[in-house]
């Protein structure tokens, strides 16, 4: 097993365990079906938007497997044009949520904004 296989395999064990860390939330590809993934979410955390009139809105902070089979490959992800679903708040009724920006990633993870 190399170290890039290590890091996948440690992404989805520990990481976006939905016993531990993550929780299940849906992956809506610009292109092609919906599916359910695991994801850390980290909730409420808030944005001034300038462009917008010093808008105030929430940002939400999402972490998923860098894999296409239960995460997100880098190579599929579509700025703008894919969305996740998730609750804003925990026990809340999950809502869609555009994704922004692709805020860091490497072998193992994509860590993307959404709003």
Do not use: W
Not at 16 to 30: L, Q, S, W
């Amino acid at each position: 097993m190399t170290l890039h296989d290590t890091i996948q395999a440690d992404a989805d064990s520990v990481f976006c365990n939905a016993d531990d860390f993550a929780e299940p939330v849906t992956y809506y590809p610009r292109a092609g079906e919906a599916r359910t993934i695991n994801a850390v979410v980290l909730r409420e955390q808030l944005a001034v938007l300038p462009e917008d009139g010093d808008s105030v809105l929430p940002v939400f902070e999402i972490h998923v497997a860098n894999n296409s089979e239960t995460g997100i490959a880098s190579h599929e992800l579509n700025l703008g044009g894919d969305a996740l679903e998730f609750a804003v708040r925990v026990g809340q009724q999950a809502s869609k949520r555009s994704i922004l920006k692709l805020l860091g990633h490497d072998e193992g993870m994509l860590v993307l904004e959404c709003r």
